[in-house]
T-cell receptor, first 111, second 112 residues
């Protein structure tokens, strides 16, 4: 059974710092991995989608990497801003199966 | 309207009430999903519809009843709920099940 773990559960950093969020999964046979952002009480916003054949994806200040063999993905946020404060979720898909979500990392960036 | 919309955004209902949640997607997608998000638990998939047919039901109690009348609309009918059903209910859509999912803002449900 696929399990997805995100560490740390919460993170508080000053504005301007570069930071890394971690996601690990127990079954390396995945189809793709997706990173989402969720603001309090709101829905999810898709940030990056990495196919199993890819090693990384970039969008603006965000960079996500994928190491299937070790069951890990990282989300790198450069030059963090207060507007980046949110919960970040990763989710993996195996073939046509459903997305399996982690419990998220709650990020706070203070001025 | 763009993207995925959900109504109502907040709902308080008693255990004997019957209510429905509505989701609408304006993206031309052909797959739609219902998720449940409870405090301190990962998102849980409840139902998947692909081309208006239900393809997955994750052993959800029968007090939750989905309906997908067309590829743009998805409903979740609720009746005789329990307090532990209080959660954020999220709808999502995608172009085929394997593709990137786009989420609505959710309905915050409180069962009293």
């Amino acid at each position: 059974k696929q399990e997805v773990t995100q560490i740390p559960a919460a993170l508080s950093v000053p504005e301007g710092e570069n930071l890394v969020l971690n996601c690990s999964f127990t079954d390396s046979a995945i189809y793709n991995l997706q990173w989402f952002r969720q603001d309090p009480g709101k829905g999810l916003t898709s940030l990056l989608l990495i196919q199993s054949s890819q090693r990384e994806q970039t969008s603006g200040r965000l960079n996500a990497s994928l190491d299937k063999s070790s069951g890990r993905s990282t989300l790198y946020i450069a030059a963090s801003q207060p507007g980046d404060s949110a919960t970040y979720l990763c989710a993996v898909r195996k073939d046509t199966d459903k997305l399996i979500f982690g419990t998220g990392t709650r990020l706070q960036v203070f001025p | 309207e763009t993207g995925v919309t959900q109504t109502p955004r907040h709902l308080v209902m008693g255990m004997t009430n019957k209510k429905s949640l509505k989701c609408e997607q304006h993206l031309g997608h052909n797959a739609m999903y219902w998720y449940k998000q409870s405090a301190k638990k990962p998102l849980e998939l409840m139902f998947v519809y692909s081309l208006e047919e239900r393809v997955e039901n994750n052993s959800v109690p029968s007090r939750f009843s989905p309906e997908c009348p067309n590829s743009s609309h998805l409903f979740l009918h609720l009746h005789t709920l329990q307090p532990e059903d209080s959660a954020l209910y999220l709808c999502a859509s995608s172009q085929e099940e394997q593709r990137e999912q786009y989420f609505g803002p959710g309905t915050r449900l409180t069962v009293t």
